[in-house]
């Protein structure tokens, strides 16, 4: 068995989870609702306070599917409880990233500030030199930090650039002089 698909996922009070036909599954909760269609090989079902994932078969494809959609529930019952954020860091001189509404303006070193807009259901928050994105759905959250990133990717020789909080750079020692 999958050591990920076979736990059942408890459900926090305030937060029901439904499983239509074709395995799609609402998740509502205090933050907001998640819908995702899930593989439809997969049997979902709501045992009282926790959902429970069961595979048909041990072929090497359904093996992979199972711990998949077991961890995309739970990652949606988290999204609507706590909700998911990154944490951004933007290093170099002259660097800056501000926020006016819902438009976040960096200002990377290029002869133009790059702006970006908050896409649905996604809050970025700026103190400072960090940059915060929030929101409930861990797939978008991640994928906006990484399109912030990869506006200014983090050089290995100064480390200027944008990072994440967590992120370790590897340095790299730069020309010597001649003798």
């Known amino acids: ?8 996922i ?5 937060v029901t989870v439904e499983v239509a036909e ?3 599954v609402t998740v509502k909760g205090p933050k ?3 819908e995702r269609v899930l593989p439809s090989e997969m049997e979902i079902k709501v045992e009282g306070a926790e959902v429970v994932v069961s595979r048909p078969n041990d072929l090497k494809k359904m093996k992979s599917l199972h711990g998949l959609t077991r961890t995309l529930i739970r990652n949606m ?3 609507v409880t706590e909700g998911f954020e990154k944490k951004l860091e933007v290093n170099g001189v002259g660097y800056k990233a501000s926020k006016s509404g819902k438009k976040l303006t960096l200002n990377l070193g290029y002869s133009h500030p790059v702006e970006m807009e908050d896409p649905e259901g996604i809050e970025t928050v700026v103190d400072g030199n960090n940059i915060t994105v929030k929101g409930i759905d861990k797939e978008k959250v991640g994928q906006f930090a990484a399109e912030i990133r990869d506006k200014r990717r983090p050089e290995p020789y100064k480390g200027k650039g944008i990072k994440y909080a967590d992120e370790t750079i590897r340095r790299k020692v730069g020309k010597t002089g001649k003798k």
Request: hydrophobic share 40%.
């Open 32 to 34: 907001g609702t998640l």
């Open 10 to 14: 408890a459900i926090p009070a305030g």
């Open 22 to 24: 074709n395995n799609k």
């Open 77 to 79: 019952v988290v999204g």
């Open 1 to 8: 068995m999958s050591r990920i698909g076979r736990m059942p």
